[in-house]
């Protein structure tokens, strides 16, 4: 099924929720890309334990597909800082977000939005440059299909540049017109000091 063999879908499938799936994602350690940039398949990402972002949400997509769910994605821009992908879900019509990071604020989302501009926005006063404490968030992508990309990319050995290149190349819609630009007010200090918490460490030997 989808390429993957029997001991990657016994883990996988044990993931039948998307409480699960993120859970799963928050014990795995971060890719810290210690010996240059990944987009590793899922795979990949269960042979070397750990991830980031993209590759957590990929491998989000596939559990949700294995469940009878839609493997979207939804790219979340920051011009000045790092852009996030996260897995989308939706239950009983409402949008809801699986989420890998390292970061206190920028996680999973629970099904209580009713389109995916509030689910975007739901992150835009945390998602803020740590060193410029400026407010990043800029657009979010329409929901990105992994089925339109077939299966095999499920299992490759090679990193996967094509599907960080088409998520950053669909459609994105701004957050707020360019003149809002200038009454966006900063992240106070309070913000600052939570915005430092991270769940792994650079020097853990996991990551």
């Given at each position: 099924?989808?390429?993957?063999?029997?001991?990657?879908?016994?883990?996988?499938?044990?993931?039948?929720?998307?409480i699960k799936i993120q859970n799963f994602l928050d014990a795995m350690p971060l890719n810290w890309e210690k010996a240059?940039e990944t987009y590793m398949s899922p795979r990949r990402v269960l042979r070397e334990n750990k991830m980031h972002c993209l590759?957590?949400?990929?491998?989000?997509?596939?559990?949700?597909?294995?469940?009878?769910?839609?493997?979207?994605?939804?790219?979340?821009?920051?011009?000045?800082?790092?852009?996030?992908?996260?897995?989308?879900?939706?239950?009983?019509?409402?949008?809801?977000?699986?989420?890998?990071?390292?970061?206190?604020?920028?996680?999973?989302?629970?099904?209580?939005?009713?389109?995916?501009?509030?689910?975007?926005?739901?992150?835009?006063?945390?998602?803020?440059?740590?060193?410029?404490?400026?407010?990043?968030?800029?657009?979010?992508?329409?929901?990105?299909?992994?089925?339109?990309?077939?299966?095999?990319?499920?299992?490759?050995?090679?990193?996967?540049?094509?599907?960080?290149?088409?998520?950053?190349?669909?459609?994105?819609?701004?957050?707020?017109?360019?003149?809002?630009?200038?009454?966006?007010?900063?992240?106070?200090?309070?913000?600052?000091?939570?915005?430092?918490?991270?769940?792994?460490?650079?020097?853990?030997?996991?990551?």
């Amino acid at each position: 099924m989808l390429g993957l063999s029997k001991e990657e879908l016994a883990i996988l499938k044990k993931l039948s929720t998307p409480i699960k799936i993120q859970n799963f994602l928050d014990a795995m350690p971060l890719n810290w890309e210690k010996a240059g940039e990944t987009y590793m398949s899922p795979r990949r990402v269960l042979r070397e334990n750990k991830m980031h972002c993209l590759e957590g949400a990929l491998l989000a997509g596939v559990a949700l597909w294995l469940h009878g769910e839609k493997p979207l994605l939804l790219d979340l821009k920051a011009p000045r800082d790092e852009d996030h992908v996260i897995a989308l879900y939706r239950e009983n019509g409402y949008w809801g977000a699986i989420s890998k990071t390292n970061h206190s604020t920028l996680r999973f989302r629970d099904p209580v939005y009713k389109n995916i501009r509030e689910l975007a926005v739901s992150y835009f006063h945390e998602y803020f440059n740590n060193q410029t404490s400026q407010k990043a968030l800029r657009s979010y992508s329409i929901p990105f299909n992994l089925k339109r990309l077939g299966t095999d990319w499920i299992t490759s050995e090679e990193d996967l540049y094509h599907i960080a290149m088409a998520i950053d190349e669909i459609t994105h819609y701004p957050i707020f017109p360019p003149e809002n630009a200038k009454l966006i007010r900063r992240a106070d200090r309070m913000e600052q000091r939570a915005g430092q918490l991270i769940e792994w460490e650079k020097d853990d030997p996991r990551t």
